[in-house]
């Protein structure tokens, strides 16, 4: 089984920047994929980024328009998300994830999930 927590959500106003974190324990070893998704209420949930723990290579949402940036540190077990120039419609509980193939911004492939962090952009 894998655990994942999420930490380093907030609030901020527009135009700021927030760092999400997550840390992955358990058995580590079967994680392919790492993802970042985000509901906010009466919205289906979103991919908004993912990172092959192999060679590093990424997927983003397309309302990222560059703005966020996913990393990880295999040997910390961790994966991030730098999220700059925020916006109000970015407002949304943010869940970490893991999948064991493939990669993804499916929320239904993932088969590991976090707890969640709430982040809030005011205007």
């Known amino acids: 089984d894998v655990q994942l927590v999420e930490s380093g959500g907030g609030a901020v106003q527009a135009g700021g920047s927030l760092r999400l974190s997550c840390a992955a324990s358990?058995?580590?070893?079967?994680?392919?994929?790492l993802g970042w998704f985000r509901q906010a209420p009466g919205k289906e949930r979103e991919g908004v980024a993912a990172?092959?723990?192999?060679?590093?290579?990424?997927r983003y949402g397309d309302f990222v328009k560059g703005r966020f940036v996913i990393s990880r540190d295999n040997a910390r077990n961790m994966v991030y998300l730098q999220m700059n120039s925020l916006k109000p419609e970015d407002t949304a509980m943010y869940y970490c994830?893991?999948?064991?193939?493939?990669?993804?911004?499916?929320?239904?492939?993932?088969?590991?999930w976090g707890q969640g962090t709430q982040v809030t952009v005011s205007s």
């Open positions: 358990g058995y580590t070893r079967s994680v392919y994929c």
């Open positions: 990172i092959y723990t192999g060679d590093g290579r990424t």
């Open positions: 994830a893991a999948r064991t193939t493939g990669c993804g911004l499916r929320a239904a492939q993932y088969a590991y």
